[in-house]
């Protein structure tokens, strides 16, 4: 009797978690400016009203009117994608968790940031290797 009430005590505990919502460990969300280099590439550039427009994901989605001064985080890992600073740009950018290794023939970079200037955080473990 009581390996009944056990077994039942433990369907029902498997019943409830199967029932809690599922999350994504990781995604962009541009309205928290974090994006996630898993997703597809990540250009950060000039964007109109003097801010700064980042477009990334494999459907190039575009966030733009992002204040010149406002931190972006760049979360994810990739053998496939880019992280890019256009030229003439100056953003404030957070490294978490990272790691982009192009495979061989993908990319000859991992981050790209000639002729920006790049205020740099390195959050977690961060890996960049360019070919």
């Known amino acids: 009797m009581k390996t009944k ?3 039942s005590v433990l369907l029902c505990a498997v019943l409830i978690l199967a029932m809690l919502p599922v999350t ?10 974090t994006f996630d280099i898993s997703e597809g590439d990540i250009t950060i550039g000039a964007g109109s009203s003097s801010g700064l ?5 494999a459907a190039s989605d575009v966030a733009d009117n992002i204040a010149a001064t406002q931190n972006i985080t760049v979360i994810g890992e990739t053998t496939a994608y880019g992280l890019t600073v256009e030229s003439g740009v100056t953003v404030n950018l957070t490294l978490n968790n990272v790691d982009i290794q192009p495979a061989s023939g993908v990319y000859k970079f991992a981050f790209n940031m000639s002729g920006a ?3 740099l955080t390195l959050s977690g473990d961060n890996t960049l290797r360019s070919l």
């Not at 427009?53 to 994901?57: A, D, I, N």
């Open 53 to 57: 427009k980042v477009t990334y994901g």
């Open 117 to 119: 200037t790049v205020n």
């Open 5 to 7: 009430g056990l077994l």
């Open 24 to 33: 994504a460990l990781a995604a962009s969300n541009p309205a928290s400016y």
